[in-house]
Structure formats: structure tokens, C-alpha cells
């Protein structure tokens, strides 16, 4: 249905309000400009999920217009998949407009000046195997964040010192967090060990980090699913974004039941 055909049953009485409700969710469509970008403000409404702006392939002038609409009729903007050429470019332009910007490596988390996350009560905990895959594991960070959750980090934890491991495992179990993302690339191997050894639900990110035989991410990927702990569920390469909102999502859940 348009948006003036609902409006016209619900005065009607046609259709309840909780109908008229559900149908004006799935009907909120911003434009930007004619047929450059279609926001979805209202996908977190639906999904608990906020819409996320790929970064990735797009030109500079488009994704700073997508930007600006999306912060204006939301509040906040996410970014992924940054290069550090734009990431720089869209902050030098982004701060003009008096907006609030964290960058993580190649993640951009732009608000307003008087927008607030709402404060729930997840905790989700973020390991990450070695310094290369910290932008990947910033991206989950954002994500869960945004999503209202807060987040503990434990970077450069891999196996190959494998006492750096178990104490982050330890400091993650002693903070209670409700599910780990686990970062990695090279064979992947850490969300084996992380999900071995502890009962909180573990999602792996495998990583395109690596080279030679398997790279790209080939050979974390799988490892990963070829894992014998049934502790962990695995996401695609390099989706950072992607963990985290489905951690944030969890947690969340399990926190208003603990």
C-alpha cells in the first residue's frame, strides 16, 4: 500500500493501528537524490538491526550524500569498508558539518551532536588473533555498540603464544560477557581453541590475512567450518559487521533472561 492509501483505511477504520503500524514500517523509504541511494531509517524498527553504508566501491561525493541524509534522518550513519584514502577525505568533510566521527581502521561511526545510543544490557566480548585483523575486529566493536551493547576487547591474542590466549579467555570469562567474537586469519585456528574451552557461544571471523597456499582468507574460512568444537558458529571473510550485530543481538537477548 502507499503511504496516503493507509493513512485513508486506517481513518476509515479499514485497518487497526497495529496493522497501519507494520505496514508504514515496511513503507519508509528515504531518498537520496533520485536514484543514487533508498535508506531504510526504519530497519531497526523490524530487525533490531541498524542499516549499514558500504563503503566499499562507491564514489567519495556519493557515499558523503548518503552520509548526510542517512545522519539526518537517523541520527547516525555506520560506514564499512573504508580505504584510508576516503576515511580521510570523509572526515575532513564530514567534520565541517559539525557531526560527531570514530573511526576505527576502516570503519566509520558518524552521529549528531545530540543523537544517544540507547544503553542495554549485552556484553559481548571481542577477541582478536593478531594485530592485522584489528580492523575487522573494529568493525564487530562499532556494530555492537551501536546496537546498544557494551564490548570487551582482547587484540594480538593468537596462538602462536598460546599463554596470550588463555588469559584473555579468562579475563572475558570473569567480565561475563554473553557470547565472543572470535577474529583470525592465516589457518584460523583460534576460534577452535577460544570455543574448546569455555561454554559462552563463540562467532568466528575468519580474516583475509594471510598468503601463499589458502590466502585470502580461503584457508581460515576453512578451518573454521571444518571445526570439531560445536561451540562455534562461523560468518563470511573479513565480516566484522556482520558478527556484530548478530553478537549484539544475543547478548541482548540473553542478558534480559540472566
Known amino acids: 500500500m502507499e503511504l496516503r492509501e493507509i493513512l ?22 528515504e531518498y537520496v537524490e533520485k536514484n543514487l541511494a533508498k535508506i531504510d531509517p526504519l530497519r531497526e524498527l523490524r530487525s533490531g538491526i541498524p542499516e549499514v553504508i558500504l563503503g566499499q566501491g562507491k564514489e567519495l561525493k556519493d557515499l558523503y550524500k548518503i552520509i548526510v541524509v542517512t545522519v539526518s534522518k537517523k541520527g547516525f550513519a555506520v560506514v564499512s569498508k573504508l580505504s584510508p584514502d576516503y576515511m580521510d577525505k570523509l572526515c575532513k568533510k564530514l567534520e565541517k558539518e559539525k ?17 544517544r545510543f540507547p544503553k ?21 566493536k562499532i556494530m555492537a555498540e551501536v546496537m546498544g551493547c557494551e564490548t570487551m576487547v582482547e587484540y594480538d591474542v593468537g596462538i602462536a603464544g598460546i599463554h596470550r590466549t588463555l588469559k584473555a579467555v579468562g579475563n572475558m570469562i570473569h567480565s561475563r560477557v554473553h557470547i565472543l567474537i572470535v577474529v583470525a586469519g592465516m589457518e584460523g585456528a583460534l576460534g577452535s581453541l577460544v570455543s574448546s574451552i569455555t561454554d559462552i557461544p563463540v562467532i568466528g571471523v575468519p580474516t583475509s590475512i594471510g598468503y601463499g597456499f589458502g590466502s585470502n582468507g580461503i584457508a581460515a574460512l576453512a578451518s573454521m567450518l571444518q571445526t570439531c568444537s560445536m561451540g562455534m558458529t562461523v560468518v563470511n571473510i573479513d565480516n566484522g559487521i556482520g558478527a556484530g550485530a548478530f553478537a549484539a543481538i544475543v547478548a541482548n537477548k540473553m542478558s534480559t533472561r540472566s
Not at 476509515?12 to 523509504?29: C, H, N, P, T, Y
Open 8 to 29: 485513508e483505511k486506517l481513518a476509515k477504520g479499514d485497518i487497526s493501528v497495529r496493522i497501519a503500524e507494520q505496514e508504514l514500517k515496511l513503507f519508509s523509504i
Open 99 to 115: 557531526l560527531t566521527i570514530e573511526k576505527g581502521i576502516n570503519t566509520l561511526l558518524v552521529t549528531s551532536k545530540s543523537h
Open 120 to 140: 542495554k544490557s549485552g556484553k559481548v566480548g571481542i577477541l582478536c588473533a593478531g594485530t592485522s585483523d584489528i580492523k575487522i575486529a573494529e568493525e564487530a
